[in-house]
């Protein structure tokens, strides 16, 4: 029989000991008070909040009122300066037979950009010395007359046709000239072959000819380059119905490209379009800026940013007062004894060391003045 209880004893002991472990894992266990960082979390009012054990740590910050210059920011793009872009054209139709310059290149005035063969230059220059042995012949007949009607071997008025036609001769002759110059065609060398040239220097910014392509005259072709002198580019900018009062012409603009974010360049606000696309409800804005290192390009994106002319009083706060959580910014307010609570806010201009805060907490509110410590040393994302 004693055999037969023991491992029932054994069982039941077995189930005490492991019940006596488990109990003894769920006696709380002791830290140490003094360590800075300790945390825990809580819901307070529905909201996340943080209860810190030495909030002394932590650096208030009060919201103040300062004065500040509104900013107004806006997207634009790098477009050329219309008054210092030239069209090349040709008046000469024909085939391009050399291309000497390409989209992007860099040229100087005179340089020859293109080469095509034009058989209206062919016709221009046979027509010339045409009128050429037309005007020969004319001034001997003109010689003629002149010794006959002194020994009185013609009337007066043979004399005066025969002076006619040589001034006709001539005048052919001119027009003949004009018309090889308007051509761009070399009167000193008779060739079928026409060189257009830079008119100014600049940058190529648009090409819409390649080699062995037919070259027509004015009628309604393309032009066949663009040359852009970039030294002073405009940016246009897209202003909204609403905030066209914050900008007048001749305001001052700081302009950043997305592709140098770090360096600001400055221009002034030469022209505001009196014509909204109605699309997007907005304003072409033209800002004027001096290029010299040619470091702004046409087509590059930037955005520009317009300050206000007067200053107002608004609540700031420390840059470092806030911090960017979710793609929203945030500061850490306090609730009194150990208690913190994260706000949304929405954070305007930069000034100095200081940001304006727009709307979330009101001037003289306290804020954790270094966020992201306090967000790290709770341990909050």
């Known amino acids: 029989m004693l055999n037969r209880r023991l491992p029932t004893a054994l069982i039941r002991c077995f189930i005490m000991t492991l019940v006596c472990v488990m109990?003894?894992?769920?006696?709380?266990?002791t830290t140490d008070a003094g360590d800075p960082g300790e945390v825990k979390v809580?819901?307070?009012?529905?909201?996340?909040?943080v209860q810190v054990e030495h909030p002394e740590q932590f650096r208030m910050a009060t919201v103040e009122q300062r004065p500040i210059a509104d900013e107004l920011h806006v997207t634009g793009v790098v477009a050329p300066d219309v008054n210092r872009t030239v069209p090349v054209l040709s008046l000469a139709g024909g085939r391009a037979v050399d291309i000497r310059a390409k989209l992007g290149d860099e040229v100087t005035k005179g340089q020859v950009l293109?080469?095509?063969d034009s058989p209206d230059v062919s016709q221009a220059f046979s027509e010339y010395q045409k009128f050429q042995a037309d005007?020969?012949?004319?001034?001997?007949?003109?010689?003629?007359?002149?010794d006959l009607y002194d020994k009185g071997a013609v009337a007066h008025q043979d004399l005066e046709a025969a002076e006619n036609v040589e001034h006709k001769a001539q005048v052919d002759v001119r027009t003949a000239k004009q018309h090889i110059a308007v051509l761009g065609a070399d009167l000193n060398n008779p060739s079928p072959l026409v060189s257009i040239r830079a008119p100014i220097s600049g940058a190529i910014v648009e090409q819409n000819v390649t080699g062995g392509a037919g070259v027509r005259s004015l009628d309604n072709s393309p032009n066949l380059f663009t040359v852009a002198d970039l030294s002073k580019v405009w940016v246009l900018c897209d202003v909204y119905e609403n905030d066209l009062h914050r900008v007048h012409l001749g305001d001052p603009a700081e302009v950043r490209l997305v592709a140098i974010p770090e360096r600001a360049f400055t221009g002034r606000v030469g022209n505001i379009s009196t014509v909204l696309d109605p699309s997007t409800r907005a304003a072409k804005v033209r800002l004027e800026l001096s290029n010299p290192d040619g470091q702004m390009r046409t087509g590059m994106f930037a955005t520009a940013i317009f300050r206000s002319r007067t200053e107002q009083m608004r609540p700031t706060v420390p840059t470092t007062a806030i911090i960017r959580l979710h793609d929203k910014d945030w500061v850490f307010v306090p609730l009194g004894g150990k208690r913190f609570r994260r706000v949304e806010v929405q954070a305007g201009p930069v000034s100095d060391s200081y940001q304006v805060i727009q709307s979330g907490v009101a001037a003289g509110g306290k804020v954790v003045a270094n966020a992201l410590q306090f967000s790290s040393a709770a341990g909050m994302e």
């Open 42 to 49: 809580e819901e307070i009012h529905g909201e996340g909040a």
């Open 135 to 146: 005007e020969a012949f004319a001034q001997q007949q003109l010689a003629r007359a002149r």
């Open 114 to 116: 293109l080469v095509i």
């Open 23 to 29: 109990a003894g894992c769920n006696h709380p266990t």
